[in-house]
């Protein structure tokens, strides 16, 4: 067993565990009249309704006695700190200084770096301006009109999914367009509707040789020549974020068009940094940095709130609760908000790439889940689909529903029948339906007693569904900043719970590198094969078909 397994803390929980197996929410709340009041807590404009868990008051606590135990503010302590936190790959784990509004330096092996922060934070505000004034032109004098983002993982995710998500504040006058996956049939139907005079390509790579966001580039730059460009304007059109500067410069890119990047800041992190940029010009600059503003927020209420009121606290421990001692393997993200749509991908990488992971900080392999599959989709929609396995699937999936209440573009009754929907979905999740109720709805329905009995059947619910509810007024800049900062922290708490590293992802890595050998052999068709059989076959086939 390991330390966690063996703790004292973590039998606890398991006895919890096995006395609550008889009892229902439904009677948890019958017994309570006080405990939604009790079970809900609000930060930074985002209030969380929690009572819909499998809790009571003894499981809380010891949940929260867990938390100590794992030195929880400890570790949290240590990373706004600057300290080496990813012990693997021997970095810092800074991206909170991106948002930091204090006057409080963060150091970095003794050096302050929030004068870079600063000046990079400047040097965007100022590119943004031009391109919004029209200062910036194209090598025909052209004003922009058209960004093109390339990157991957969290150089996609992140500024894609925030600039959709708060669409009602996009900038006039500026489109921005997202490419990532290296199917050429992305890029050329991106580059088939643009002017190159007009258009702005903006490629993120901290190496400058991530083999996907490299193609996708290389491809624009090929586009961009044929089309009546020169090498020479490539200056004009071409911008990167890149700690690659030798690189960049190479490709032609100018080196005032270079956005700095930093190794203590993670991919999946990384859309507090340049790599937002993308988001600054959809959005405007100030609209950006209010994003900075609710994210410094939420840093802010997870370093001083106690335990007991911190939001990304119960969040990460009510997911370890049911990961741990329920046997859920999988959370769903349900936002009841067409502009959140791709929410739940962001937070699916945030989450899955932070604690899918096998070993703990002192090198046991792990005897417990260390993280679910992140999943999700917008309401009303799941509720067509997937929502059937939630309501009757018998493996646990908790839930988290999001509602802003107050939507722009939307007369009643549109919205008030999408809040019905969500609070009705996360109240049959908890109550169920008995075979006894379902029954009654049979009655005078024409069916015998026996036939209204099989189909009761089928149609009981056993309810005691685990979710939380999160309201906000609305989803401006500064709650979307705080609410990825909640979801940042909370897989940060899981981590610290499961003493895993959070911050590094060699599965990624290794997928990588075996990529890059397979490519080889792909490109080289007299190179001999000596890969599996299996993948010798598929390579292959790729040979004679190409």
């Not at 003894?58 to 929260?64: D, I, K, R, S, Y």
Request: charged share 20%; net charge negative; proline share 3%.
């Amino acid at each position: 067993m390991t330390l966690l397994s063996a703790s004292a803390a973590w039998d606890n929980l398991q006895s919890l565990a096995k006395q609550l197996d008889s009892q229902h929410m439904r009677d948890l709340f019958a017994a309570d009249n006080q405990r939604a009041d009790k079970y809900s807590t609000e930060a930074c404009g985002i209030f969380v309704d929690y009572s819909k868990n499998r809790i009571n008051d003894a499981v809380m606590q010891g949940l929260f006695d867990l938390a100590r135990q794992q030195n929880i503010t400890q570790k949290r302590d240590a990373m706004f700190a600057g300290e080496i936190i990813n012990f693997t790959e021997q970095r810092a784990v800074l991206h909170t200084a991106l948002r930091n509004f204090s006057d409080k330096p963060v150091l970095v092996d003794g050096q302050d770096v929030m004068p870079e922060v600063n000046a990079c934070q400047q040097k965007m505000k100022e590119l943004v301006h031009k391109v919004h004034s029209g200062e910036h032109k194209g090598y025909t004098g052209k004003a922009i009109t058209d960004v093109v983002a390339i990157g991957i993982g969290g150089s996609f995710l992140g500024p894609k999914i925030m600039s959709e998500s708060l669409k009602p504040y996009w900038h006039k006058g500026i489109k921005v367009h997202f490419v990532a996956n290296v199917d050429g049939c992305h890029i050329a139907d991106v580059l088939a509707e643009r002017d190159i005079e007009t258009t702005l390509i903006l490629m993120s790579s901290k190496s400058f040789t991530t083999q996907e966001t490299l193609q996708n580039t290389l491809t624009a730059k090929d586009w961009f020549l044929k089309q009546g460009g020169t090498q020479q304007d490539i200056a004009l059109h071409f911008m990167a974020v890149s700690s690659n500067i030798k690189a960049a410069t190479e490709f032609g890119i100018a080196e005032e068009n270079i956005f700095p990047m930093w190794d203590w800041v993670g991919g999946r992190y990384s859309l507090w940094s340049a790599i937002g940029l993308p988001i600054a010009l959809a959005l405007g600059y100030d609209n950006y940095q209010a994003m900075l503003k609710g994210a410094y927020a939420m840093d802010e209420h997870f370093t001083t709130a106690p335990l007991e009121q911190n939001l990304p606290v119960i969040l990460g421990l009510l997911g370890v609760w049911y990961i741990n001692f329920f046997g859920a393997q999988s959370h769903v993200l349900l936002p009841y908000y067409h502009y959140m749509r791709g929410f739940p991908a962001y937070i699916q990488q945030l989450d899955m790439e932070s604690n899918g992971k096998s070993a703990t900080a002192t090198d046991e392999l792990v005897d417990y889940a260390t993280g679910p599959v992140i999943w999700g989709s917008e309401g009303t929609n799941g509720q067509h689909s997937f929502h059937q396995l939630i309501h009757q699937g018998q493996v646990p999936i908790p839930a988290d529903f999001m509602l802003p209440l107050n939507v722009p573009n939307s007369a009643d009754p549109h919205h008030a029948m999408l809040a019905s929907n969500c609070f009705a979905q996360s109240q049959a999740l908890m109550e169920g339906k008995t075979h006894e109720q379902a029954l009654a709805e049979l009655a005078g329905k024409g069916l015998s007693e026996d036939a209204a009995k099989v189909l009761a059947t089928h149609k009981a619910m056993e309810g005691n569904k685990p979710s939380n509810t999160m309201l906000f007024d609305q989803l401006d800049p500064f709650t979307l900043g705080a609410l990825v900062a909640l979801y940042e922290h909370k897989v940060f708490v899981q981590g610290a719970i499961w003493d895993i590293n959070s911050f590094d992802q060699w599965g990624v890595e290794l997928g990588k590198v075996m990529g890059n050998q397979i490519l080889d052999k792909l490109q080289d068709k007299a190179a001999h094969c000596e890969f599996d059989s299996s993948t010798n076959q598929l390579v292959e086939r790729f040979r004679k078909a190409n």
